[in-house]
T-cell receptor, first 113, second 114 residues
Framework: GENVEQHPSTLSVQEGDSAVIKCTYS??????FPWYKQELGKRPQLIID?????GEKKDQRIAVTLNKTAKHFSLHITETQPEDSAVYFC????????????FGTGTRLTVIP | EAGVTQFPSHSVIEKGQTVTLRCDPI?????LYWYRRVMGKEIKFLLH????????ESGMPNNRFLAERTGGTYSTLKVQPAELEDSGVYFC????????????FGEGSRLTVL
């Protein structure tokens, strides 16, 4: 079965700096890798996802990179702002083609103004 | 369009009592998932409904947990009898497709077992 590991568990950055969160997975058949953001007291929301046929995807200040050979994927946030402060979760499917997800343990990002 | 709604938002019960959590998915979403997050740990899968049928219940911890989705609309998750280790935030999510794509989460039900 799939296993997802996420690092770091906490991350503090100065406003305007970049933040990088990394995840590794174990199942080479996994083909879909989403990232969810959970602000304090709110619901987790999808912010970006990548499928295994691409190596990088960008959406304004956020990007995700995927290395299928090494089985890891990363979230990059540039020009961080205080509203980026939240818990971020990476995830991978529990099985090929499945929408049930294994989530990482989360990274609490704090952006210091 | 209304999002996924969960009730109650917070429940405090004593060990041995029963609690029932409810989830109303987005209208038209056949797929409904229950997840649980214990403090500081991963969001852990519990089970997946497709309409009223249990597609995958391999994440259910034990037989003290019972999930239903009568009529393929809202779902309930009952914990009976509750134990201390059942404390956590229970999330419900729904999606229109069974193939990989966005999950729409509710805000969660925080369960505290004393």
């Amino acid at each position: 079965g799939e296993n997802v590991e996420q690092h770091p568990s906490t991350l503090s950055v100065q406003e305007g700096d970049s933040a990088v969160i990394k995840c590794t997975y174990s199942d080479s058949a996994s083909n879909y890798f989403p990232w969810y953001k959970q602000e304090l007291g709110k619901r987790p929301q999808l912010i970006i996802d990548i499928r295994s046929n691409v190596g990088e995807k960008k959406d304004q200040r956020i990007a995700v990179t995927l290395n299928k050979t090494a089985k890891h994927f990363s979230l990059h946030i540039t020009e961080t702002q205080p509203e980026d402060s939240a818990v971020y979760f990476c995830a991978a499917p529990r099985g090929a083609g499945a929408n049930n997800l294994f989530f990482g343990t989360g990274t609490r990002l704090t952006v210091i103004p | 369009e209304a999002g996924v709604t969960q009730f109650p938002s917070h429940s405090v019960i004593e060990k041995g009592q029963t609690v029932t959590l409810r989830c109303d998915p987005i209208s038209g979403h056949d797929n409904l998932y229950w997840y649980r997050r214990v403090m500081g740990k991963e969001i852990k899968f519990l089970l997946h409904f497709v309409k009223e049928s249990k597609q995958d219940e391999s994440g259910m911890p034990n037989n003290r947990f019972l999930a239903e989705r009568t009529g393929g609309t809202y779902s309930t998750l009952k914990v009976q009898p509750a134990e201390l280790e059942d404390s956590g935030v229970y999330f419900c999510a729904s999606s229109p497709r069974i193939t990989p794509g966005e999950l729409f989460f509710g805000e969660g039900s925080r369960l505290t077992v004393l």
